[in-house]
T-cell receptor, first 114, second 114 residues
Framework: DTGVSQNPRHKITKRGQNVTFRCDPI?????LYWYRQTLGQGPEFLTY????????KSRLLSDRFSAERPKGSFSTLEIQRTEQGDSAMYLC????????????FGPGTRLTVL | AQSVTQPDIHITVSEGASLELRCNYS??????LFWYVQSPGQGLQLLLK??????LVQGIKGFEAEFKRSQSSFNLRKPSVHWSDAAEYFC????????????FGKGTHLIIQP
C-alpha cells in the first residue's frame, strides 16, 4: 500500500468551468475526508464519508461542490462553475474511523482558477 | 464550535536550539489533539496525538507535546532542532475523536537558521 493518492496534482482552469478531482484512500480505510487549504491557512474540513455514505458537509461546501464515493473506495470532488475564490489546495485523507485514529493525508490537488 | 489558535505565524530558531510551538484550543468535550507537519510539496504527516493518559506525549522525529487542560494548551517541543525540521506545523482538534473530521489552526512556519 502506497498511501493516499490524489489526481491530478495540479489543475488550471478558467472561471466558469467544471473540474473534478479524484482521491484513492488507503484500501482498508472506511472513512474518507476532504479538506481545502488556502495560502497561509490551515486545512478546512469540507466533508467526509463512511464507506459510501456522506455523513457530514461543512457550510463551506456550497451548492457548486459535490462529492461522491460510489463504491466506498475512491472518491471524487466536483466543483461546478468555478470561481477565482475556489483556488486552493484540495486535500484528501482517510482513516479507520475509530476515535483517536490518525487521518492519513494525500499530497493534494492544487487548483488555480484564472 | 471548536477552534484552534496558533499564535505564532513564523518562528525562527537556530539549528541545535530548542523549540516550542504554541497551540491553544477551544472544545466543549474531551479534546483529541493532534500535531501535523507539512513540508513543501509533501502531504501532512502526523507527529503525535493526545486523547487520554499521560499528558506528556512523545511523537516521531524527536518531538513531544504537553497537554495542559487548565490552560487549554497543547504545545509542541523539541530539545534540539535540525535543518530538516523547517516546515509548516499545524495543531488540530478532532471532532468525534478525530473520526468525524479535524479542525486545524492556521499553522506556524518554522525557519531554521544555520
Amino acid at each position: 500500500d502506497t498511501g493516499v493518492s490524489q489526481n491530478p496534482r495540479h489543475k488550471i482552469t478558467k472561471r466558469g468551468q467544471n473540474v473534478t478531482f479524484r482521491c484513492d484512500p488507503i484500501s482498508e480505510h472506511n472513512r474518507l475526508y476532504w479538506y481545502r487549504q488556502t495560502l497561509g491557512q490551515g486545512p478546512e474540513f469540507l466533508t467526509y464519508f463512511q464507506n459510501e455514505a456522506q455523513l457530514e458537509k461543512s457550510r463551506l461546501l456550497s451548492d457548486r461542490f459535490s462529492a461522491e464515493r460510489p463504491k466506498g473506495s475512491f472518491s471524487t470532488l466536483e466543483i461546478q462553475r468555478t470561481e477565482q475564490g475556489d483556488s486552493a489546495m484540495y486535500l484528501c485523507a482517510s482513516s479507520l474511523g475509530v476515535r483517536g485514529n490518525e487521518q492519513f493525508f494525500g499530497p493534494g490537488t492544487r487548483l488555480t482558477v484564472l | 464550535a471548536q477552534s484552534v489558535t496558533q499564535p505564532d505565524i513564523h518562528i525562527t530558531v537556530s539549528e541545535g536550539a530548542s523549540l516550542e510551538l504554541r497551540c491553544n484550543y477551544s472544545y466543549g468535550a474531551t479534546p483529541y489533539l493532534f500535531w501535523y507537519v507539512q513540508s513543501p510539496g509533501q502531504g501532512l504527516q502526523l507527529l503525535l496525538k493526545y486523547f487520554s493518559g499521560d499528558t506528556l506525549v512523545q511523537g516521531i522525529k524527536g518531538f513531544e507535546a504537553e497537554f495542559k487542560r487548565s490552560q487549554s494548551s497543547f504545545n509542541l517541543r523539541k530539545p534540539s532542532v535540525h535543518w530538516s525540521d523547517a516546515a509548516e506545523y499545524f495543531c488540530a482538534v478532532g471532532v468525534g475523536g478525530g473520526a468525524d473530521g479535524l479542525t486545524f489552526g492556521k499553522g506556524t512556519h518554522l525557519i531554521i537558521q544555520p
